[in-house]
């Protein structure tokens, strides 16, 4: 059974049936829908599909409610973010940026415009910081593999035992025993194509230059997560 989280005002809740039908390459019968949107969950029926409709509560006790913190302002990172707040407008995930970062923000938020095969996305601006203090519940580590460590431990005061890590860096593999000393690591390997193309008036511009697959160490509802912002997602075992 697949089961499909849309949130009001999900994109995707107004893309075709046979877009949905391809992405999660199911048939009549086999899908359960979990939304608070009910035109798509209508349209399911329709179709001789299996469908539900929950509250918007419901998604409160998705595990991914809690806050999501990305460290670094890479193409990775600002793609995931603005992935997203594309698909959740006012879910909880915040970037931590470098001092260097500083001009470019407004209002503790920064623009980011997604380039898709020469077709321009913005979405809502995402919420950043420099210095903070609140404890992380979820750290995604977007640096690159060799800033990794570093990056980690100038925030080291805001991680706890009870923190998951995801580590989403290039090269993962090759710095992920340094970082065994945290209970709660995962790493993550992906084939997203993508690359930072300057930033413009404030504009950060990332190119989405091919979509790609991704692979989570022993976290199925992190790779549930992912693939509800329209990522192609699945969570494994082990990874070597």
Sequence with gaps: MTVLLCSEGDKQDRVTLRHILRHFGTKPGDMALIS???QLSRLLAASKFTSCIKSHRM???????????ILGGG????????????VYPSYPVRVILRESHRPHISK?????????????RTGPDIPVEIEGSRSISNLVVATKAMHARQAIDSIK?????????????????AVRDELA?????????????????????GLYHVVHAGHGHT?????IDFANF???????AESRESLD
């Design 157 to 173: 005061r805001r991680i706890s035992d009870k923190t998951r890590i995801f580590l989403f860096c290039n090269g993962a593999l």
């Design 59 to 69: 998604l409160s006790s998705e595990p991914f409610r809690e806050p999501i913190h």
């Design 36 to 38: 608070p949107f009910p």
């Design 75 to 86: 193409s990775i990172g600002l793609l995931l973010a603005s992935s997203i707040r594309q």
């Design 181 to 201: 000393e945290f209970p709660n690591l995962h790493t993550v390997l992906t084939t997203q194509g993508a690359y930072r193309d300057g930033i413009e008036d």
């Design 108 to 120: 503790d938020r920064i623009a980011v415009c997604v380039e898709v095969h020469g077709r321009f």
């Design 226 to 232: 992912l693939t509800a912002v329209g990522w192609t």
């Design 215 to 219: 692979l989570v160490e022993k976290h």
